[in-house]
C-alpha cells in the first residue's frame, strides 16, 4: 500500500476551487436525498413472517425471539465462517471490529449482534482472540444463516427483524456492497484525495493504484490491533493477501468491491 504517486490534483485558486466544490456539493445533496428517499422506501416494506428457530448462544440454545433481548427490532450480521481455519474472513473480521459501542440502540429499541455458521465454541474462542465486542450466536445446527442467504461456507449477509410477542418477521436483508453504507471505513477513505487506490476504481492517471483488498487489514491484523495480546503500533502485519486459504480474494466478505453487484 502507500503507492508513490505520480501526478497530484491541479492547484488552483480559492474562488475557482470554491466554484468546483459548489458543484459537487450538488451531487452529494441529490445523493443524500435519494438516501432519504431509499430510506423511506425500506420504511414501507412488507415484511416474511418467520418459523420459530433456535440458536446457540454463550449461555446455550435461545430461540430467535429470545435474541431480541425484548427489544423490537434486530439486526444480525453474517459472518462468513470456515471450520478449521485458524483465520476467519478478513473482511467480515475488519468489519465488525469497528462496533464496540452499540448501546445507543436501546433508545430504538433496537439491538445487533453476530450470527456465524461455526460452532458457538470455536466462534466464541475466535471474537476473544479478534477482540470483538459484540455478541455472537451460532447457527451451525440451525437452518436460520442458510434460509437468511449466509449459507455454511459461502457469503455474509446483514437481515433486520421485527418482533411482535414471541412472533419475527424480516423486513430487510442486503449483501456485498449493500452492507458499505453500514461501515464507517469506506465513507472516511473515500473522503481523501487518492480515495481507496484500488484498481477498479475510477481515478485520475497517476493515483496511487493497488490490488483490491491491498489495503484491508486481515483478520490476524486486527488481532494484533484489538486481542487481548495485541499491541498500539498502528502498522499493519501485512500478508500474503490472506492467511485463510479459504477466504480467497472473492470471499473476503463485508464488503467486496465488485463493482457490478
Not at 28 to 34: D, P, Q, S, W
Not at 35 to 50: F, G, K, N, Y
Not at 174 to 190: A, C, S, V
Not at 193 to 209: I, K, M, T, V
Request: proline share 7%; hydrophobic share 35%; aromatic share 10%.
Amino acid at each position: 500500500m502507500n503507492a508513490t504517486p505520480t501526478a497530484l490534483p491541479p492547484v488552483v485558486d480559492a474562488d475557482t476551487w470554491r466554484e468546483q466544490l459548489d458543484e459537487l456539493r450538488l451531487r452529494e445533496k441529490a445523493a443524500t436525498h435519494e438516501l432519504d428517499a431509499i430510506a423511506a422506501q425500506r420504511r414501507r416494506l412488507p415484511m416474511v413472517r418467520l418459523p420459530e428457530y433456535t440458536l446457540a448462544g454463550e449461555d446455550g440454545p435461545v430461540r430467535l425471539a429470545d435474541v431480541f433481548e425484548g427489544r423490537s427490532q434486530l439486526i444480525t450480521y453474517h459472518h462468513m465462517w470456515f471450520p478449521g481455519e485458524q483465520w476467519q474472513c478478513g473482511g467480515c473480521t475488519g468489519f465488525t471490529s469497528q462496533y464496540t459501542r452499540l448501546d445507543f440502540l436501546d433508545t430504538y429499541d433496537a439491538r445487533f449482534v453476530v450470527v456465524t455458521q461455526g460452532a458457538i465454541d470455536e466462534a466464541l474462542a475466535y471474537r476473544d482472540t479478534v477482540g470483538n465486542k459484540m455478541t455472537w450466536y451460532s447457527t451451525a445446527d440451525s437452518p436460520f444463516g442458510a434460509d437468511m442467504g449466509a449459507p455454511a461456507g459461502a457469503g455474509f449477509a446483514v437481515n433486520v427483524f421485527l418482533r411482535d410477542g414471541d412472533t419475527v418477521y424480516r423486513t430487510w436483508h442486503t449483501d456485498g456492497r449493500g452492507t458499505e453504507q453500514l461501515t464507517h471505513t469506506f465513507p472516511l477513505i473515500d473522503l481523501l484525495p487518492w480515495g481507496r487506490q484500488e484498481e477498479w476504481q475510477d481515478s485520475p492517471a497517476g493515483w496511487p493504484r493497488n490490488t483490491t483488498y491491498e489495503g484491508w487489514l486481515d483478520s490476524p491484523d486486527i488481532a494484533r490491533l484489538y486481542g487481548p495480546d495485541g499491541t498500539s503500533d498502528p502498522t499493519p502485519a501485512r500478508t500474503s493477501g490472506t492467511t485463510s486459504t479459504a477466504a480467497t480474494a472473492g470471499e473476503r466478505g463485508a464488503v467486496a468491491p465488485q463493482v457490478t453487484r
